[in-house]
């Protein structure tokens, strides 16, 4: 049995490759210019959040901005494959983990006892805790919380399988093996949506530190920002 089995894995896997690299190849046909240079600076947010941070002493949540970042560009690269159920799964974990992270900024026990695996915090207590704090309580920030919280609402939907529409085998492009403009579509609109409410939560959290931040970081961090943001910032458009 192993031995027909190995057979028919080494003639069965690189099919996958196969299917792999024709989603590839039309994902990359999909993209302009400038919707590939926006996706592509949503995948290196969180690369240059751990810079800034770090540049500003903040180093001992490297473990979680890493985390974040890898969930974000995980989420891109599914996407050229077409698995855009778990590509949806990865964006739900960067809200939670973000949210997480401003917590434990400044509980330093909880996230010890996180870390060991002996701590638990709810997504509305989070929220709830992130209303309230002084560096985040005006009408605007609170609206934006609660986009964050629709959002991840949303995207629980495809971890959770909460209807057939949210299988990937439902998908319209796992059924035809071609990119879907639908399903491709609604992913980026999603990607590109956390990427920038989490960003516009971590600048407007750091708010204070953000003209320390090197050049170029500060640059990137800033692109997809509104003039309307730029202005809760404080920051001339």
């Known amino acids: 049995m192993d031995s027909q089995l190995l057979t028919i894995a080494k003639k069965d896997i690189p099919l996958y490759f196969r299917d792999f690299k024709v989603f590839w190849d039309s994902t990359t046909s ?6 590939l240079t926006n996706c592509y600076a949503t995948s290196i947010i969180f690369k240059n ?3 800034c ?5 903040i180093k001992n949540l490297d473990g979680i901005i890493k985390e974040i970042h890898e969930d974000i560009n995980a989420s891109f690269f599914h996407s050229y494959f077409g698995h855009y159920r778990s590509a949806h799964m990865h964006l739900r974990s960067v809200i939670e983990l973000s949210l997480q992270l401003l917590y434990f900024y400044q509980h330093e026990v ?3 006892q996180w870390r060991e695996a002996n701590f638990r915090i709810k997504h509305e ?10 560096r985040l309580k005006t009408k605007s920030t609170k609206n934006l919380i609660e986009g964050i919280t629709k959002n991840w609402s949303n995207l629980s939907k495809y971890i959770h399988a909460e209807a057939p529409i949210y299988f990937q085998t439902n998908l319209e492009s ?11 579509g609604i992913w980026k609109s999603n990607y590109l949506k956390t990427g920038y409410q989490i960003n516009k939560l971590f600048l407007l959290f750091f708010k204070a530190d953000i003209n320390t931040f090197p050049n170029l970081n500060r640059e990137l961090l800033l692109r997809n920002m509104k003039n309307k943001d730029l202005n809760e910032l404080g920051i001339k458009s």
Do not use: C, M, V
């Open 174 to 184: 796992a059924q035809t093996k071609q990119i879907s403009k639908a399903d491709f």
């Open 30 to 35: 999909e993209y302009t210019d400038k919707e």
């Open 53 to 57: 941070l770090n540049h500003i002493g």
């Open 49 to 51: 959040w751990l810079i």
């Open 110 to 112: 909880e996230y010890q």
């Open 125 to 134: 207590e989070l929220t709830n805790y992130l209303k309230k704090h002084p």
